[in-house]
């Protein structure tokens, strides 16, 4: 082989493994790209409007009550109502015996006849000076105390007639037909309580009221308007009470053992399912969030400290840490008050092959849903 040739070959074959060289580091090149830019799933938080809504355990409370107590002294002679049943203002539920009363009754109509005839005898005979100013309004005063004592006398006798206060369903009776009552007695012969509508008394506690109240003077929330007084209820089951609630008022004071109060709601009870006692949950609705920040509960982390923290891409698609003040749970969610905003895009995959500082490839996370529901 002559020098010309072998020179050729010589090339030929140096060229080759310069080619395959350079193809081995293009692809060493490309498994250290992509460990450089490792993808992961992210979703951009938007700003939405949530209703702020308290949670707290309460128990109903009937809306009146009444204790049945006879005003006269007697024997029961009936008891005229089912027990258990509803009652309507002014049904008689009891009578006791009024024989002695009736008797007094008409003794005092006789006494006020007897009394008011000798009065306007005397009317006519003081103009003709027959009998002294003095004797006429003294017979005068006679008759106007024997109305009064007929008037009593009346009275009484509607008292043996035992009548509901008010409108309601009445318990059960604690006398039966012989027994022996008396006016002012301790005990009551029946108790009446109206349960329709109903109260639900809830506690919160004071610190919560106070933050609620500076979230609203500062601006931070919005009073819900028409719904900052509406109230749901849970029954204890967990079934939800079909009814709509309202707000009616807060104590004025803080209990000093619990350091809370008292919320009180009113709801409609047609159906009578709420009964005194029963235990509950209610949501009352605390005001409205105009731009509440909503993460998904996979992009938010706690440190050993128990401090909220989450990763988001930054400008150049590198990750940035963020520290977070989480308010509460909503669903599958949390409300962040501090720490992330709205077009922030919020690291919820692939967090495990990240760190601060690295640069990522940034997809649509599929590990969340793109419906959120909104818990109240």
Same mark, same amino acid.
């Given at each position: ?24 580091? %293009?692809?060493?090149?490309? &498994? @250290? ?7 992961? *799933? ?14 707290? &355990? ?9 204790? +049945?107590? &006879?005003?006269?002294? *007697? ?88 009548? @509901?206060?008010?409108? =309601?369903?009445? =318990? ?11 006016? =002012? ?28 109240? #500076?979230?609203?003077?500062?601006? #931070? ?16 089951? *967990? ?38 006692? $029963? ?8 005001? !409205? ?20 923290? @989450? $990763?988001? +891409? ?15 749970? !909503?669903?599958?969610?949390?409300? +962040?008050?501090?720490?992330?905003? @709205?077009?922030? #895009? ?12 690295? %640069? ?17």
């Amino acid at each position: 082989m002559s020098s010309k040739s072998a020179s050729a070959a010589l090339l030929t074959l140096l060229a080759a493994v310069a080619v395959l060289s350079g193809c081995q580091d %293009e692809q060493a090149a490309a &498994p @250290a790209a992509a460990q450089q830019a490792p993808q992961v *799933g992210i979703v951009t938080l938007e700003a939405e409007s949530f209703a702020l809504t308290t949670e707290l &355990p309460g128990r109903a409370q009937a809306y009146r009550v009444a204790e +049945v107590r &006879p005003q006269v002294d *007697g024997i029961i002679q009936k008891r005229l109502f089912t027990e258990g049943s509803e009652v309507k203002a002014g049904e008689q539920l009891y009578q006791i015996d009024d024989a002695i009363y009736q008797a007094t009754y008409k003794s005092a109509q006789a006494s006020l006849a007897s009394t008011k005839s000798l009065a306007d005898r005397y009317a006519l005979l003081v103009k003709e000076q027959a009998v002294s100013k003095q004797a006429f309004e003294e017979a005068r005063a006679a008759s106007l105390q024997a109305e009064a004592e007929l008037e009593r006398a009346r009275i009484n006798v509607r008292y043996t007639k035992v009548l @509901a206060p008010i409108s =309601g369903r009445i =318990g059960r009776s604690a006398v039966t037909e012989g027994a022996l009552i008396s006016s =002012g007695q301790a005990q009551a012969l029946a108790v009446i309580q109206q349960l329709d509508p109903i109260y639900v008394d809830v506690t919160q506690p004071a610190r919560d009221l106070l933050s609620l109240r #500076r979230d609203l003077a500062e601006g #931070r929330l919005e009073k819900a308007g028409e719904n900052a007084a509406k109230a749901t209820l849970v029954l204890e089951d *967990g079934t939800p009470y079909p009814h709509e609630g309202k707000l009616e008022f807060s104590e004025v004071s803080v209990d000093a053992g619990t350091g809370s109060v008292v919320l009180r709601a009113v709801f409609p009870n047609p159906d009578k399912m709420l009964m005194p006692g $029963m235990f509950v949950h209610a949501q009352l609705v605390a005001g !409205v969030k105009s731009e509440a920040i909503l993460a998904p509960q996979q992009g938010v982390t706690r440190t050993p400290t128990g401090e909220a923290t @989450a $990763m988001v +891409v930054g400008a150049d698609n590198k990750v940035e840490i963020r520290k977070l003040k989480a308010a509460r749970a !909503v669903g599958n969610r949390w409300l +962040v008050t501090e720490g992330l905003e @709205a077009g922030d #895009r919020l690291i919820t995959e692939g967090l495990q092959f990240i760190r601060p500082g690295v %640069e990522v490839n940034p997809v649509p996370a599929t590990n969340v849903a793109t419906a959120q529901p909104q818990a109240q």
